[in-house]
């Protein structure tokens, strides 16, 4: 599985009310949930991610609550995938849940620039950025095949 795009660029420590506020949990739309990704600290988000991103972060990205929310916000919102240096676990499982991939990589938020094309093997969790190649931490068994259908919810449609 292979995910390309623009990167867009934030810290260390981006928790789960940054990247969908809660006051916008009232809906369960994910075209909703969408408009108001990251904005607390980007209310410019939905329009740059909209034609498909690569969210890069620095440490714990996805701390706080367990809302998987944030996960369908940020994959709505046209991300297709969140590279960080680590994650919150819950946010993590989450977001494979939702079909949205993660890649855990040691230096991303030093190696990467706002706007350059990243390219993600997910599997192996290679990722290249310019013409630097990063090795992250791969998604495979039970979870790549998860995020292949899409998410939890069309996985166990495909089984049953």
Do not use: C, W
């Not at 790549?144 to 089984?159: D, H, N, P, Q, R």
């Amino acid at each position: 599985m292979i995910v390309e795009g623009p990167v867009l660029k934030y810290g260390d420590k981006i928790d789960t009310d940054v990247i969908i506020p809660a006051k916008y949990l009232k809906s369960t739309d994910p075209a909703f949930l969408a408009q108001h990704a990251m904005e607390p600290i980007d209310p410019q988000f939905y329009q740059r991610a909209s034609k498909g991103v690569i969210l890069v972060a620095g440490k714990v990205f996805g701390m706080g609550s367990s809302r998987e929310q944030a996960a369908i916000a940020l994959k709505a919102a046209g991300v297709r995938a969140v590279l960080a240096e680590s994650f919150a676990r819950i946010f993590y499982r989450n977001a494979v849940n939702n079909g949205l991939p993660v890649i855990t990589v040691p230096g991303i938020s030093r190696e990467a620039s706002e706007g350059q094309i990243a390219r993600v093997i997910v599997e192996s969790g290679e990722v290249r950025i310019g013409e630097r190649t990063l090795k992250g931490k791969g998604i495979t068994g039970m979870a790549l095949k998860i995020l292949e259908s899409g998410g939890i919810m069309e996985y166990l449609a495909k089984v049953s």
